[in-house]
């Protein structure tokens, strides 16, 4: 089983409990830690608000030993430039534990003319059939993103926007940064993952929970990992903690 749970998200973005329902539920499956990685700053509709970090860190700390859970405060940055951005400023960064990052949506761009060449494009990820130029134009986005050395965990690699993984996987191993199979769903498909786990890439399964109940299922990426028979000491929260803190940069 895994011991930590590190993308979940509360009624601080699209979440559907309170932190003491994230920690009365993960103390129910048995955790030992829980990451709490509400929405990016810049999503349209669902992301958290400065004035949410402050607050966590004060309810987190009257909470902690209420719980026999360890609880860790992170943030789904959104990828939000075709550069490779992430919506975090230093000084916002530095409110965190560790650092999660994927592509979303519903993100405010960096720009019109980026807007129109990176965000508006993605809207219609499962319309359209992408050319092996577009898929090459958001491999180097998410190639950059995780050679800023601003992220600990990169979500749901191919969601929304495909990419060649095995690049991004080349970047994540130079830059130890976690490639996640997501409770929710895994848009890799079985050869990509495959040329991951042979590359020496390090896998690490989270819920992405977005209600208490979920906390802790990962039926969904379990059954990829047993179907392609891989070795779960691969996977850095499998019956063990990771090693998660904040990048210095």
């Known amino acids: 089983m895994i011991w930590g749970d590190y993308h979940t998200h509360t009624k601080n973005s699209d979440g ?10 993960a103390e ?5 830690e829980v990451g709490i990685s509400d929405h990016g700053l810049r999503h349209i509709c669902r992301g958290m608000h400065f004035k949410d970090i402050e ?3 004060t309810e987190m700390a ?7 859970v360890r609880c860790l405060l992170s943030i789904e940055a959104n990828i939000y430039s075709s550069d490779g951005d992430i919506d975090l400023t230093e000084q916002e960064r530095d409110l965190f534990d560790y650092i999660v990052a994927g592509y979303h949506k519903a993100v405010w761009p960096k720009n019109l003319i980026d807007g129109f ?7 219609f990820a499962n319309k359209i059939q992408y050319t092996d130029a577009q898929r090459r134009k958001y491999t ?9 050395g601003k992220i600990n965990i990169l979500s749901h690699l191919n969601y ?20 996640e199979l997501n409770g929710k769903r895994v848009n890799m498909t079985d050869d990509e993952i495959m040329e991951l ?8 399964i989270n819920s992405d929970a977005h209600s208490p109940q979920r906390i802790g299922e990962i039926s969904v990426p379990l059954a990829v990992v047993e179907r392609l028979n891989l070795d779960k000491s691969r996977i850095v929260n499998w019956e063990k903690v990771p090693p998660l803190e904040l990048k210095k940069i």
């Not at 559907?16 to 539920?25: E, M, N, P, V, W």
């Not at 009257?62 to 026999?68: G, I, P």
């Not at 786990?197 to 690490?204: A, T």
């Open 28 to 32: 129910k499956v048995g955790l030992k």
């Open 160 to 179: 929304g926007i495909p990419s060649f993984v095995k690049e991004v996987g080349k970047a994540a191993l130079d830059y130890d940064v976690y490639i």
């Open 62 to 68: 009257r909470l902690k030993d209420q719980f026999n």
């Open 197 to 204: 786990y042979d590359m020496g890439v390090k896998f690490i």
């Open 117 to 123: 060449r990176y965000n508006l494009p993605a809207l």
């Open 16 to 25: 559907k409990g309170y932190l003491i329902d994230t920690l009365r539920a």
């Open 55 to 57: 607050r966590m860190r």
């Open 140 to 148: 180097k986005t998410m190639v950059n993103a995780v050679r800023s």
